[in-house]
């Protein structure tokens, strides 16, 4: 399977503080997103990282990967309430050329206190 | 900002019945997708559709689902004989290129099959 799967699975924090979420995958990609859900929502693109990337910034976001280690994380820096959602990372295979699919992990309940 | 747009926000139907979920992709995009959520668990993939026609389906996307892009603005999924596992969040999603192949999602059409 070429899911990618998140850690930890739920995530509480102070207000402030910062959020760190992992993902790893199983097979080569092209390129890995991460999305946020709010709670019965749509799925809001945060950011891409192509393969040959190591490292993107986007405002309070930065996002990391390891293609060595088939590892991503994100990093929320200076959390606020608005980032309680559910984090998804989601992954597309390397070497298709077609319409890809992008396959989601299980996604980490990020919860911020106030 | 051009956003995908889902009709409807909420249906509820009958097990055995027909559903037609529909979607308006952004313009300029030429690859278009479902997929579901059932509540509380990982959003899976359904379908792609590039230069109308199917490219990848899942497992789930078995004879009882069906995609169409009847016109140069839609792209709707239809579930031909509803059952009470189809209940679920059912998102569109399209995107503008391969490469770097960001995909933009929809907000969802809630199914609820009784």
């Known amino acids: 399977s070429q899911q990618g799967e998140e850690d930890p699975q739920a995530l509480s924090i102070q207000e402030g503080e910062n959020a760190t979420m992992n993902c790893s995958y199983k097979t080569s990609i092209n390129n890995l997103q991460w999305y946020r859900q709010n709670s019965g929502r749509g799925l809001v693109h945060l950011i891409l990282?192509?393969?040959?990337?190591r490292e993107k910034h986007s405002g309070r976001l930065r996002v990391t990967l390891d293609t060595s280690k088939k590892s991503s994380s994100l990093l929320i820096t200076a959390s606020r309430a608005a980032d309680t959602a559910s984090y998804f990372c989601a992954t597309d295979k390397a070497g298709y050329s077609s319409a890809s699919k992008i396959i989601f992990g299980s996604g980490t309940r990020l919860s911020i206190r106030p | 900002e051009p956003e995908v747009t889902q009709t409807p926000s909420h249906q509820v139907t009958q097990m055995g019945q027909e559903v037609i979920l529909r979607c308006v992709p952004i313009?300029?995009?030429?690859?278009f997708y479902w997929y579901r959520q059932i509540l509380g668990q990982k959003v899976e993939f359904l379908v792609s559709f590039y230069n109308n026609e199917i490219s990848e389906k899942s497992e789930i996307f078995d004879d009882q689902f069906s995609v169409e892009r009847p016109d140069g603005s839609n792209f709707t999924l239809k579930i031909r004989s509803t059952k009470l596992e189809d209940s679920a969040m059912y998102f569109c999603a399209s995107g503008r290129a391969i490469s770097g192949n960001t995909i933009y999602f929809g907000e969802g059409s809630w199914l609820t099959v009784v």
């Open positions: 313009s300029n995009h030429l690859y």
């Open positions: 990282i192509r393969s040959n990337e």
